[in-house]
């Protein structure tokens, strides 16, 4: 068995820590690192962090692909994608930093640090309500491994927490809103959304002026998903009007963000360049290990991207 990798060496950990995880979790495993791919025939597995396909030979051979990418919205309709499988390699349980940036921004909104540090900066004893967890009501869009973690962190600390997602699902820890009849009433109820959606043709500029005013006046926004999930005019608008509080953006478009963009300097605006999470060598050997193995004993792929639903 071979397994390339493809730049991953370049993103995380070098190409002498790739092959030493593989070889302590699976010794039989050949590992050859981008571009010294030997031939092409070889190759089963293909893991990697936005490869430039046209530039990869043909697999002819290739079992599986594994996308380190938490998005696939910018390779899935390459013409010279090769025809395998293509898995996400997430840890199973969610990853904390994930969990804890995102329970850190939730917090942050819920106490109005960023009212305080304005308050700060102009020397006012502020003084207003505080928000007990149980009045505050956080919603996320998208429920996958790195949602749920999150969110049961902050249903443990008395938030009241429900979830959107595309299509019904079997009941889960925290309620369930589903399709674009479910959308308004799920934004109606929630005080703080959580973006955490994959990128598709049905949620790119999701969050704009029509769903800003379905929310309640005053609500907050953190988006980790993709920065073409918000309408940044839109936003900006909402915020100055009142219609949302602050928003916390991770992820942006285009990036890095231009220094022209208006959203570096807004008051309610906290920008963020993308780094939410930054797994580790061996989270990601271990995924894409457990995939290998569940393959080989004849199990099914393990976060298996949809390519007709591109997430």
Request: some cysteine; overall charge neutral; hydrophobic content about 45%.
């Amino acid at each position: 068995m071979t397994i390339l990798i493809v730049d991953l060496d370049k993103h995380i950990g070098n190409a002498q820590s790739w092959r030493e995880t593989f070889a302590a979790q699976i010794p039989e495993q050949e590992v050859r690192i981008w571009p010294d791919a030997g031939n092409p025939a070889e190759i089963d597995y293909l893991a990697f962090m936005r490869p430039d396909f046209d530039a990869l030979p043909a697999f002819p051979n290739l079992k599986i692909m594994f996308s380190r990418s938490a998005g696939v919205d910018g390779f899935i309709h390459h013409p010279n994608l090769p025809n395998a499988p293509i898995c996400k390699v997430e840890p199973a349980g969610g990853d904390p930093m994930m969990t804890e940036y995102v329970v850190m921004h939730v917090l942050r909104f819920h106490r109005d640090m960023p009212g305080y540090a304005a308050a700060q900066a102009r020397k006012e004893w502020r003084r207003t309500t505080i928000v007990r967890p149980e009045q505050r009501r956080v919603g996320f869009l998208g429920f996958g491994k790195m949602a749920k973690a999150p969110a049961l962190v902050l249903q443990s600390l008395g938030f009241q927490v429900s979830a959107w997602v595309r299509n019904p699902r079997a009941a889960e820890d925290v309620p369930i809103f589903h399709g674009a009849d479910g959308l308004e009433p799920f934004l109606a109820q929630t005080d703080i959304a959580v973006c955490l959606l994959p990128l598709t043709r049905e949620t790119e500029g999701m969050f704009c002026a029509r769903t800003f005013a379905m929310m309640p006046r005053g609500s907050m926004l953190v988006n980790v998903g993709r920065g073409k999930h918000v309408v940044a005019a839109d936003l900006i608008e909402a915020l100055d009007s009142g219609q949302l509080a602050y928003a916390a953006l991770d992820a942006l478009w285009p990036e890095p963000l231009p220094p022209e963009s208006p959203l570096w300097t807004h008051p309610r605006v906290t920008i963020m360049p993308h780094v939410a999470r930054r797994p580790t060598v061996a989270q990601l050997v271990t995924e894409i290990v457990a995939n290998i193995r569940s393959r080989e004993a004849g199990g099914p792929l393990l976060q298996e991207i949809d390519r007709s639903l591109g997430y």
